[in-house]
């Protein structure tokens, strides 16, 4: 089917908007350097493709919506890119104040931010093997350089190497599962695999080692468990945007890619694939929670209980089918939200990069100890906090409540009872080391003062954002219709 080139263009904009400011921030670094522009520039051409997105999603903009092979765009992709695009804004926004102090060159994180952002954009709308594949390292290898930027700091530079190595690894798990796929059944797209797979009457072992190849890898993007282990030493390691940039921008990247390859090709219709997801699910929902409990490292604690989350996700999944994906997008938007919020507090409470001095260490805020008593102090900053919390713990009045409710009843819906019962104790336990934080939140502030947010730092483009999320966390969960109307939009076509 041929498309013509203006079709194209109105199908890939947002995409192409997001390329043209990473070769723009580029040129600019060559002439001259300059954090502030390369920040600027940079939330500018993401505010720009979001602009875009919003003509193409409110039909002002004449869309192909099967732009050709590789990819589709449909309401799915385009309230997941909607997620990438906003996250990733947010996270540029926390990584200006916290590498302006970096002695360092600062404008190629900004690079490395646009390219992993259009890697994640292209694989909310990828269709085919190849853009599967292509699109996700995309994603995947700026993150080794985000991850490890800070490389003087023993812990980023661990954190990006672990994460070099694993992902690697598996990466090329997931490109031998392919090869192994293709080889038996000779196509590459989503569809074209599931028409061949209903029309055989037998079952090659090679597209069963193909599949479960592809499964896992898939799995140790997403941290569930059993190929969860990464998870913790990589998010305490990496500067505190980034993992912010991790957990929001990549897991809704690689859920999105994940979920729409498993519905539109016939890959879960295999003998004990859902046997294996069953399993995985439940050991990502006890594992994360049970994991969680004993943190007093703020970051790894929220990476442990991303686990869980992972887990919530993809119980839907296997519930449904296409009509849970709409619940599956807007429990991960959610999830990205509140996981943006958290590492933003992480983010505006600790000093860095900055000279010893009367009331701030150098270092990072991640240990729950620095956060004694905030509340006498930061009383503003301890509400965005515990909204995060509160939502992540699925308490009512929160978005994360909403989400959580529905994820539970499309789990009994697809009488999936195991799943569902998981969900349930998994909460429960994620409520007693959520409120272990709260309740330091709220305790006798100590005698020293080790690490404090900025005197101003409410009106910094950083605390904005953070603001911003937490009205939007609250009146999502007060005003729940939203979430259900998105919930309709959100389905793989």
């Excluded at 992972?310 to 939200?337: D, E, F, Q, R």
Aim: glycine share 8%; with cysteine; hydrophobic share 55%.
């Amino acid at each position: 089917m041929q498309y013509s080139f203006m079709a194209l263009l109105s199908s890939f904009a947002p995409m192409v908007a997001v390329a043209i400011t990473a070769l723009v921030v580029m040129l600019a670094i060559a002439f001259k350097r300059s954090h502030f522009w390369s920040a600027t520039l940079s939330v500018v051409g993401l505010n720009i493709a979001l602009l875009c997105l919003g003509l193409q999603a409110f039909d002002k903009w004449v869309v192909d919506y099967v732009v050709n092979p590789l990819f589709v765009i449909d309401g799915f992709a385009q309230f997941n890119m909607a997620v990438v695009l906003i996250t990733a804004l947010g996270s540029c926004t926390l990584a200006y104040g916290y590498f302006e102090t970096l002695k360092d060159n600062k404008d190629e994180l900004y690079l490395l931010i646009l390219i992993a952002t259009l890697g994640a954009m292209l694989m909310t709308s990828a269709t085919h093997l190849a853009s599967f594949f292509m699109s996700l390292e995309l994603l995947s290898v700026p993150m080794y350089g985000m991850l490890a930027y800070t490389f003087l700091r023993s812990r980023s530079l661990e954190a990006g190497l672990k994460y070099l190595i694993l992902s690697a690894t598996a990466s090329a798990i997931l490109l031998m599962g392919m090869a192994f796929i293709f080889a038996d059944t000779g196509v590459l797209t989503f569809g074209g695999l599931f028409d061949v797979m209903m029309n055989r009457t037998y079952l090659s072992p090679l597209l069963v080692v193909g599949a479960v190849m592809m499964l896992v890898a898939v799995a140790f993007k997403l941290s569930v468990a059993p190929f969860h282990s990464w998870a913790g030493d990589v998010y305490e390691g990496a500067p505190a945007p980034i993992t912010a940039f991790l957990a929001s921008v990549s897991k809704v990247a690689m859920m999105a890619l994940a979920i729409r390859f498993f519905t539109t090709s016939a890959v879960p219709l295999l003998p004990s694939f859902e046997s294996a997801l069953v399993v995985m699910i439940v050991l990502s929902v006890v594992a994360g929670n049970v994991l969680a409990i004993s943190q007093t490292n703020l970051k790894r604690l929220f990476a442990y209980s991303s686990i869980a989350h992972m887990g919530y996700a993809l119980t839907t999944l296997l519930s449904v089918g296409k009509g849970s994906t709409g619940v599956i997008s807007v429990y991960m938007a959610i999830y990205a939200l509140t996981s943006l919020g958290a590492f933003g507090v992480i983010a505006l409470m600790s000093s860095p990069y900055k000279e010893r001095g009367h009331t701030s260490v150098s270092g990072e805020a991640d240990d729950m100890r620095f956060y004694q008593g905030l509340f006498w102090r930061r009383p503003v900053l301890t509400a965005v906090l515990t909204m995060m919390l509160l939502s992540m713990a699925g308490i009512p009045l929160t978005a994360g409540f909403i989400t959580k409710i529905n994820v539970i009843f499309t789990a009994v819906q697809g009488m999936q009872f195991v799943l569902a019962g998981a969900i349930i104790l998994g909460s429960a336990i994620g409520l007693y080391y959520y409120l272990k934080v709260l309740v330091g939140l709220y305790q006798k502030p100590k005698a020293n003062l080790e690490f404090d947010a900025h005197g101003q730092w409410g009106i910094k483009a950083g605390g904005v954002m953070l603001l911003l999320i937490t009205a939007l966390i609250v009146l999502l969960g007060v005003l729940p219709n939203g979430l259900l109307q998105l919930a309709q939009f959100a389905v793989v076509g």
